[in-house]
């Protein structure tokens, strides 16, 4: 080949990476922060989990049951935990959701306690209702 031809083939070659690699770094964005945590995984594993906790009844210091755990919402603010509890009623009938921070809640032998509630102050809690989808 002569060197005229090897000249331009060289320089296609070369034009031809640098419109392959080009598109690609411009499709990378804005550089993100994101930063790691370390995590100790055995004191997360032997916390609670949010499937093992539901349907849990709810105690207090004297052992009434007040109700059960129904669900445990994340709040989109500021992440903070809260159980959603059933209470009051009879049979299934006239029970009502309400909210409140899981942080209230302890975790002992595998019951969930709310020390100091009683079912009357938890009847009348403000009824909680899931936001629609």
Same mark, same amino acid.
């Given at each position: 080949?002569?060197?005229?031809?090897?000249?331009?083939?060289?320089?296609? !070659?070369?034009?031809?990476?640098?419109?392959? $690699? &080009? =598109?690609?770094?411009?499709?990378?964005? %804005?550089?993100?922060? #994101?930063?790691?945590?370390?995590?100790?995984?055995?004191?997360?594993?032997?916390?609670?989990?949010?499937?093992?906790?539901?349907?849990?009844?709810?105690?207090?210091?004297?052992?009434?049951? !007040?109700?059960?755990?129904?669900?445990?919402? $994340? &709040? =989109?603010?500021?992440?903070?935990?809260? %159980?959603?509890?059933? #209470?009051?009623?009879?049979?299934?009938?006239?029970?009502?959701?309400?909210?409140?921070?899981?942080?209230?809640?302890?975790?002992?032998?595998?019951?969930?306690?709310?020390?100091?509630?009683?079912?009357?102050?938890?009847?009348?809690?403000?009824?909680?209702?899931?936001?629609?989808?």
């Amino acid at each position: 080949m002569s060197q005229r031809i090897l000249t331009k083939f060289a320089a296609g !070659l070369l034009a031809c990476s640098f419109s392959t $690699v &080009a =598109p690609l770094a411009l499709a990378q964005g %804005a550089p993100q922060a #994101v930063t790691e945590k370390r995590t100790d995984v055995v004191q997360v594993a032997s916390g609670y989990r949010a499937s093992k906790l539901n349907g849990a009844s709810v105690y207090n210091r004297n052992n009434d049951d !007040l109700g059960t755990v129904d669900d445990l919402i $994340v &709040a =989109p603010g500021d992440h903070s935990a809260y %159980a959603v509890l059933s #209470v009051g009623g009879f049979l299934g009938m006239g029970k009502h959701l309400i909210a409140v921070p899981f942080a209230d809640l302890q975790i002992e032998n595998r019951k969930v306690f709310l020390p100091e509630a009683t079912k009357k102050s938890l009847e009348a809690m403000p009824e909680f209702k899931y936001a629609p989808d």
